[in-house]
């Protein structure tokens, strides 16, 4: 029993070692990024740094100042303008954001930390600005950023080794994270929405998991307000809102003709998740309503889905540009793994299915399904934590198969080097748009 306890004890501990040196490795990376570029905030990223800034060191939605700074400011790398135009002022006369504003209210704590630390190395005679523009402000975002990012590894690592064995959750935790953009997206631009989005995500199918059956009903409203934050980081998640509510309804009508009361309790935990997701909706709509004169009303309204009859579903898996499964090999090993849960947890697995497809149709009718600048298909990057429990299921399922086990292994390792060489690559624009 105790060579038992002491061989537990040792693989717990080797789980957390490897999570930390994939911390302290990506940490690493993102200070490299800086190092060599003087700046996480590049790119869309400057948008979002501008709503946190203005939020947190003017406390307005008043964002002229921060335009007119970034417009003028030179990147030391690109030789670049942050901002090559300023826009022009809606109908209130305040300059757009089309970027909504989760991720500012989820980076505003270290950004408030940064500013008073600023303020206080500033009282005792340092020479340093406390302007929110400095390396103090950049790095604290981007390294809660990144801190966010792996918060919902541990979530998806944690809930993962409730489901399956903890080797096969550790493993495809890593791979998920090193052999896809996911990487990329919390080390190279931690100041754009995606590390924020995953983490949220991650934590929205967390709850939902040891919530969906034994829940309070109070529980549900505290979930709808994690999947309405989800939809402020990004509007696409959003349509995640859309698990818990086809899983009450139909948990309720499986319960209705044995207990009445039960089906009724269903419908009071589904009101509450609306409650709740509502209430996490209104800061942006407030914000809509002072930027754009309606709460419905984003920066988003010139852009739509022409492809909505016709979605461009293979090119968004396969396409050059940004195809998911041809910059993401490893991804189709995760879909193969989602049908077999599909078929041994029906609900559970169909329901992580069906977001899939959904985001996957939504993609593919936006205007623009290559994504712009994109280093692979970061618009389906929520989608990791469903990847990666997919991952999770053919592990298990192919264990027994060990010619087979291993070689999905060393082509999964063969993945991670693949993609750390193409974001190289990508970094210093060997491959990708020029800057």
Not at 231 to 260: A, C, K, M, N, T
Not at 262 to 277: E, N, Q
Not at 330 to 347: H, Y
Not at 389 to 414: A, C, D, N, P
């Amino acid at each position: 029993m105790n060579l038992y306890k002491g061989v537990f004890n040792y693989w717990r501990l080797k789980q957390r070692s490897v999570l930390v040196i994939l911390f302290l490795g990506s940490l690493f990376l993102l200070l490299g990024r800086f190092y060599v570029t003087r700046s996480v905030a590049g790119g869309d990223a400057v948008y979002y740094y501008i709503t946190l800034r203005s939020l947190v060191i003017d406390r307005d939605l008043n964002f002229a100042n921060e335009y007119h700074h970034f417009a003028n400011t030179i990147s030391p790398f690109t030789g670049n303008p942050k901002i090559r135009k300023i826009p022009k002022p809606t109908i209130t006369g305040r300059l757009p954001n089309k970027y909504p504003i989760g991720s500012a209210i989820l980076l505003s704590p270290f950004f408030a930390l940064a500013h008073l630390l600023a303020l206080a190395l500033k009282a005792v005679g340092v020479p340093l600005s406390a302007d929110g523009y400095g390396t103090i402000y950049q790095l604290s975002a981007g390294i809660g950023s990144l801190i966010y990012g792996f918060a919902g590894l541990l979530l998806i690592f944690l809930l993962g080794r409730r489901l399956y064995e903890p080797k096969d959750s550790l493993l495809s935790t890593s791979f998920i994270l090193l052999a896809t953009p996911l990487i990329y997206y919390l080390t190279m631009e931690p100041l754009m929405s995606h590390s924020l989005s995953f983490f949220v995500i991650s934590l929205f199918i967390f709850l939902w998991y040891h919530l969906r059956k034994k829940g309070r009903v109070y529980h549900f409203a505290l979930l709808g307000a994690i999947g309405g934050l989800a939809g402020i980081v990004r509007y696409q998640d959003g349509f995640f809102l859309l698990i818990p509510v086809i899983d009450l309804v139909i948990l309720s009508f499986r319960r209705r003709r044995d207990e009445v009361l039960l089906f009724a309790r269903y419908g009071l935990r589904l009101a509450m998740f609306i409650f709740g997701a509502v209430l996490a909706l209104l800061p942006q709509l407030y914000v809509n309503r002072v930027l754009y004169g309606s709460f419905f009303t984003t920066g988003y309204a010139g852009e739509s889905f022409p492809y909505w009859k016709m979605p461009k579903l293979l090119y968004t898996l396969f396409s050059p540009a940004s195809g998911l499964i041809l910059w993401s090999p490893i991804i189709a090993f995760s879909l193969v793994g989602l049908l077999f849960l599909s078929r041994r947890d029906r609900l559970f697995g169909s329901l992580l299915f069906f977001a899939f497809l959904a985001q996957w149709y939504l993609v593919s009718s936006w205007w623009s399904p290559d994504q712009g600048d994109s280093f692979g298909n970061r618009m389906l990057l929520n989608c990791i934590p469903i990847f990666a429990f997919g991952l999770m299921e053919l592990f298990q399922r192919i264990k027994k198969r060990e010619g087979l086990y291993k070689t999905v292994l060393i082509l999964s390792f063969l993945f991670v080097l693949i993609n750390g060489v193409l974001a190289g690559l990508y970094c210093f624009r060997i491959i990708g748009n020029p800057y």
